[in-house]
């Protein structure tokens, strides 16, 4: 049972290439209980030569029925088939919510550009989110092909007029730039909105 339980939780991520989907272990491991419409009686019947014979597992989704059929030996070949892929996929999860990616996901486009909005932060949350923002463009911005940063306030900030191609040196250029903003700098009401619709008047910027 803990066999099939874990085959459906493998199966919504995607296993099927690798035969561990629920219906690919079962027509490995069993035959399926089969119906056949008997013209004489009127009715579908089902064959019973194997009832208690195998044991038998019933699919919630559609109700049909599998008997079990194979060795110690395949059942536990399929164990360890299961466990070394869930074991990726916690691999997997601890990657995808650590560090920057525990913050901003995992960016995936190749031209971006940041918005930067910290409101009325107080100094020790600003420099938080500038740590932030610091760690996402070492770890994740370093991997794409362009970017720019903007800064919502009274009179928009921007790092660079347009996207600039990402090399060590131009992020370490924004890093710099990023710490040198004063803390306070005059806002507005509309100030996030014209810092977004300024960051997508860049006809290469995809996110």
């Known amino acids: 049972q803990s066999l099939v339980s874990s085959s459906k939780w493998l199966q919504h991520y995607g296993l099927k290439r690798n035969k561990l989907s629920l219906s690919q272990i079962l027509s490995q491991i069993g035959f399926q209980h ?15 030569y194997a009832d208690g014979l195998f ?21 536990l070949h399929f164990v360890d088939c299961l466990m070394g ?3 990726l996929y916690k691999q997997r999860m601890e990657w995808l919510t650590s560090e920057s990616r525990q913050i901003f996901g995992v960016i995936q486009e190749q031209c971006i550009v940041i918005v930067l909005d910290f409101g009325t932060a107080a100094p020790p949350e600003f420099d938080l989110c500038r740590d932030a923002l610091s760690m996402v463009l070492v770890e994740q911005v370093i ?15 921007k790092w660079q007029q347009k996207c600039t191609p990402v090399s060590e040196r131009t992020v370490k250029s924004a890093v710099t730039w990023l710490w ?27 996110s």
Request: no cysteine; charged share 25%; glycine share 4%.
């Open 143 to 157: 991997h794409i092909a362009r970017f720019n940063l903007i800064r919502a306030a009274q009179g928009l900030m």
């Open 34 to 48: 089969r119906k056949d419409y008997v013209t004489t009686l009127g009715k579908p019947v089902a064959s019973r």
């Open 55 to 75: 044991p038998q597992y019933k699919r919630a989704q559609d109700g049909s029925v599998y008997h079990l059929t194979a060795k110690k030996e395949l059942i």
């Open 180 to 206: 040198k903003l004063d803390h306070m700098t005059a806002v507005s009401h509309t100030s996030s909105a014209e810092a977004l619709l300024e960051a997508m008047g860049d006809e290469a910027v995809s």
């Open 85 to 87: 892929a869930i074991e």
